[in-house]
Structures are given as C-alpha cells and as structure tokens.
C-alpha cells in the first residue's frame, strides 16, 4: 500500500470519529440550527466535483465556514 492510502484511510477513520458540536446564536433553535445545516448541505453538494483526494474535506469545510458565517460557533470539548 502506498503511503497516501495510509494517511487517506487515516483521515477517513478520524474524521468518521470526531464530532463537532456548535453553540447555537442568541434566538436560535434547534430547529434553525437543522435547517441552516441542510442548505450548507444543499450548497455543499452543488459544489464542482474535485479531481483530488481531498473533495470530502473540502465539503466538510465548506459547510462549517457556511455555518460559521451563519452566527454559529463551534464549541470546545
């Protein structure tokens, strides 16, 4: 096995593993908390494809900066 395909499998699992939590803004619900998170979802997956190992990360991030530009914080555990 190449050496990539350790460190991708090792992403892969870690980031099957953690989980983020987020502080909900001022006024928030749960339930704005689950529709803002589906149109990051929505805007995620309209994203061009990436020909590089790295499409899901990309995605991942693209979501969290949606919802950080949203007013929701991640929060530390």
Do not use: H
Not at 20 to 31: D, H, I, R
Not at 68 to 76: H, I, M
């Amino acid at each position: 096995m190449r050496p990539w395909g350790i460190v991708l499998i090792a992403l892969s699992l870690t980031g099957c593993m953690t989980q983020t939590y987020f502080n909900l803004p001022p006024g928030k619900t749960n339930e704005d908390f689950q529709r803002t998170l589906a149109k990051c979802r929505a805007q995620s997956a309209m994203l061009p494809p990436d020909p590089s190992l790295m499409g899901t990360a990309i995605m991942q991030q693209y979501i969290l900066n949606c919802l950080r530009a949203e007013g929701y914080t991640v929060q530390k555990r």
